[in-house]
């Protein structure tokens, strides 16, 4: 097998930036390679220096760690950019999962990117990816949106609009929201439509809700709703 052009040790390079997953619940899910990347690099950029900092810790490693925030983005993402072509070497991680899917990281892959500097993906857990797998519903394409809209006549709208989508939809939904937003599948796409929503995927209160629409409503009813959820919505025509 042909060696990639990037250099694929554990060992951190100057100038790269490592988009480093990190366990969405279960602490046992973080790679060799994530754990060795974190341990050297010069600086982590996290999302929440506390849940980071208590990462490295209970992996007994100590790094020097910076905000890197939905709300600081843009700027630090030039500003970390820099740093990389000064010859450090950063890895960028959110609170759990991968960078960059509804979490910060994108603005600094864009900016190193435009650059010319190397940016490494060291791969791990995905929320999404992790329910795509394990859910029953189809894998051959699919279409990941993110956030639903806060607003039900936005949601109801975005329902309306992939009705007949050949792929099934995945994305995730506030502990606030997840049974309204399972209320309107259900008025809007039918009770036979099959979806699943998935909770707490790795932790403790792993729960799996799959079927009907109608069925995961009346079963979601008598759940807890604290917590993390995944939803993914089946073409029309499948049957579970």
Not at 36 to 52: F, K, P, Q, S, Y
Not at 134 to 144: C, E, I, M, Q
Not at 151 to 164: G, L, N, P, Q
Not at 222 to 236: D, M, Q, W
Request: aromatic share 6%.
């Amino acid at each position: 097998m042909t060696e990639p052009a990037s250099n694929p040790s554990l060992t951190p390079q100057p100038g790269h930036l490592y988009v480093v997953a990190t366990p969405i619940g279960n602490l046992a899910d973080l790679t060799d390679r994530a754990r060795a990347i974190l341990g050297a690099v010069d600086l982590v950029a996290c999302e929440d220096t506390r849940t980071t900092g208590f990462l490295l810790t209970r992996l007994g490693l100590r790094r020097e760690l910076i905000a890197y925030h939905e709300h600081n983005e843009t700027e630090m993402a030039e500003r970390l950019a820099a740093e990389l072509a000064a010859g450090k070497s950063i890895a960028v991680v959110s609170d759990a999962g991968t960078p960059a899917l509804s979490d910060p990281g994108f603005r600094l892959v864009r900016a190193c990117r435009r650059r010319g500097l190397p940016v490494i993906p060291v791969p791990g857990p995905s929320a999404l990816i992790a329910v795509l797998s394990a859910s029953g519903l189809p894998t051959n394409g699919f279409l990941y949106v993110g956030f639903l809209p806060a607003k039900s006549a936005a949601r109801i709208a975005f329902f309306e609009k992939y009705r007949a989508f050949d792929y099934t939809l995945a994305l995730y939904e506030s502990c606030h929201r997840i049974d309204k937003a399972v209320d309107e599948i259900v008025t809007t796409l039918g009770d036979a439509r099959v979806i699943c929503v998935a909770k707490e995927v790795t932790k403790l209160h792993e729960t799996w809700l799959v079927g009907p629409a109608a069925d995961v409503k009346a079963r979601l009813a008598k759940t807890s709703l604290k917590g993390e959820f995944v939803l993914l919505i089946a073409p029309a025509d499948f049957v579970l």
